[in-house]
């Protein structure tokens, strides 16, 4: 049973930073995407940063590039997600998500690629 543990949300004043953790039990298929989405109130949800396990290949939503860093543990079988010079529009649910390459081929940022979800951490950007 595949379950994903998120941490390391909060309160943080614009231009701060955050390092969210997502770790993983029960992933026995491999190779594997992670991934970050986050949902803001009304909005719907979005992935900002995926990463392939092994290869540690990844890709970011435009909107973050340069300022998101997804990486990985493998050892501690976690995924982090690195936040610097967090905005207000930032603030969101974030969520991570698991399954294997779309296709058997690439990570993607579309929420449908993904079957496995933990239940998200807070993050909350004060101007």
């Known amino acids: 049973q595949v379950q994903l543990v998120e941490s390391g949300g909060g309160s943080v004043q614009a231009g701060g930073s955050l390092r969210l953790s997502c770790e993983a039990s029960g992933v026995t298929f491999s190779p594997n995407c992670v991934a970050w989405f986050r949902q803001a109130p009304g909005k719907e949800r979005e992935g900002v940063a995926t990463?392939?396990?092994?290869?540690?290949?990844?890709y970011y939503d435009d909107s973050v590039k340069g300022r998101f860093t997804i990486s990985q543990d493998s050892a501690k079988n976690t995924v982090y997600l690195q936040i610097n010079s967090l905005k207000p529009e930032d603030t969101a649910m974030y969520y991570c998500?698991?399954?294997?390459?779309?296709?058997?081929?690439?990570?993607?940022?579309?929420?449908?690629?993904?079957?496995?979800w933990g239940q998200g951490t807070q993050v909350t950007v004060s101007s």
């Open positions: 998500a698991a399954d294997r390459p779309w296709l058997g081929q690439a990570c993607l940022l579309w929420r449908n690629a993904f079957n496995y």
């Open positions: 990463i392939y396990s092994g290869r540690g290949t990844t």
